[in-house]
């Protein structure tokens, strides 16, 4: 399986656990038309939308938009990764090197080990050690 995928299945995971992610706002990606898109800005009649790939931004009527939209969620951000954690794992202590109890194992991790960049403020954009860490707690579940 590749980071990519890895990543994928973590974050999927992070945000159905974490519903405020998949709520209709500012930063929500979305696919709209069959296009992805983000959230710019959203009132009561109009939803303004940013297209990644076209870097175009365009106004949508707010009705059309919600019927016409799959609603993918905002990037996981690392206090999201802890909060995740906190429901995944039975124990977790955050020191300078992570204890883990999951499923009544205990693994020590050391934080050089798992790559965890706190100067990347979002979870695609850690380390391929850190995913993999993050995946090999997912599938333990």
Known sequence: MTTEEKLKAVTEDIRSKLPRLKELEQGCIC??????????????????????????FQEYNKKYFIDNTKIIGKEP???NVLEWLAMTVDEFHL???????????????????????????????????????????????
């Open 31 to 56: 696919i709209t038309d069959d296009r992805d898109c983000e959230v710019f800005y959203i009132d009561d009649n109009c939803a303004y939308l940013y297209f990644t790939k076209l870097k175009l």
């Open 95 to 141: 020191t300078a090197d992570y204890h883990v109890f999951k499923k009544k194992a205990f693994l020590s991790i050391s934080m050089d080990n798992i790559g965890w960049d706190l100067s990347k403020l979002y979870l695609k954009d850690q380390s391929e050690e850190f995913i993999n860490f993050l995946y090999k707690l997912l599938i333990q579940q």
């Open 77 to 79: 951000m690392l206090n």
